[in-house]
């Protein structure tokens, strides 16, 4: 993988033809069912949705990743204001080890998404 790729973790409905694997793609029995560095064809993609795969890990340039990320889409600006505004609400985050600043982390995501994508009501 080059310096400028990174792996997202991409739900197997949203694969598209020309992705490249990650890393191993396995069945439950732990048959190989794509290897890495595999470019995903059509038919790949139909075949790990049959064995019922939800996600697969692929290499993606930062421009992918950028449009994966419901981060990386908002101005620097908004960004600051909504975590400052969640972590005035959460308690302590930084101060109880990886599991709150987990927690925090998916908030936030989930703050993120409903911004850019308000639920219909």
Known sequence: MADST?????KSEKLEPGMIVARDVKNIDGTLLVPA??????????ILQAWGVSEVEVEASQELTKSHDPLAQ???ETLAKMTEDLRN????PDEFGPVPAEIFK??????V???LNPPIK
Do not use: A, Y
């Open 89 to 92: 609400r959460f308690w302590k």
């Open 37 to 46: 560095g595999c470019t995903l064809s059509e038919r790949q993609i139909d």
């Open 106 to 111: 998916l908030m936030l995501l989930r703050k």
């Open 113 to 115: 998404r409903n911004f």
């Open 74 to 76: 908002l101005p620097p």
């Open 6 to 10: 990174s792996v997202l973790r991409v």
